[in-house]
């Protein structure tokens, strides 16, 4: 028997392991933010989840509308459900890789939530799924947000909040902010306040 078989089985078994660890967590933040989502848009919430973790933070953004426009047009291979997915990984699993462009998470938030809108008109068996992705976008960021950056049941350290405050003067998340408001801090801005 090769020693392939065996790192094979190893690698599997570890991505059940991480896939089961995420769908816990996924429950878990759904639950702690009060949101209402059908099992079929958890499901999808899921494998972004999974999709997201694994890629690499530092691709290109600044491409999304370009892209939303292409597909728009009909130019190229993209889909609306590409654009979606993409723009939901930027907001609710890398946001800090925002805080380097242009434009801010709000920006992503509505360029994903019109994409899905779009998926959900050209679809004829997932028209319910994507509709819902689109209706409740920013809320499903929130919540992927609360999985990949933060453990509820922990309390911060010092240097993780500080972490976290940084995290949220880049991003300006809500889920962020709850949570350094829970901690007892209030998070303020002082670059964006007017003198």
């Known amino acids: 028997m090769s020693e392939e078989g065996p790192k094979v089985k190893r690698l599997v ?18 639950k702690r933010q009060h ?7 958890t499901a999808y919430l899921l494998w972004i989840l ?7 933070p530092h691709f290109n953004a600044d491409t999304l509308v370009n892209r939303y426009v292409n597909a728009f047009s009909g130019h190229g291979p993209e889909t609306f459900r590409d654009i979606g997915d993409s723009s939901l ?14 434009v801010g998470i709000d920006y992503y938030i509505e360029i994903g939530r019109l994409a899905y809108k779009k998926e959900a008109e050209a679809s004829k068996t997932l028209e ?6 689109s209706e409740k976008f920013e809320r499903a ?4 947000t609360e ?3 933060l453990n509820p049941g922990k309390e911060l350290s010092p240097s993780a909040t500080v972490n ?31 003198q």
């Open 35 to 41: 949101v209402q989502i059908s099992k079929e848009a």
């Open 89 to 102: 990984i930027l907001a609710g699993i890398w946001p800090e890789s925002l805080s380097r462009g242009a």
């Open 141 to 144: 960021a929130e919540i992927l």
């Open 164 to 194: 976290m405050y940084k995290k949220w003067l880049e991003t300006h998340n809500p889920v962020l902010e709850r949570k350094l408001i829970d901690a007892g801090l209030i998070p303020m801005d002082l670059k964006s306040r007017k």
């Open 13 to 30: 078994e570890r991505h059940k392991k991480t896939d089961a660890y995420f769908k816990e967590e996924l429950d878990k933040a759904i």
């Open 50 to 56: 999974i999709l997201g973790s694994r890629m690499d």
């Open 147 to 149: 999985v990949i950056h």
């Open 128 to 133: 319910e799924l994507f509709e819902e992705l």
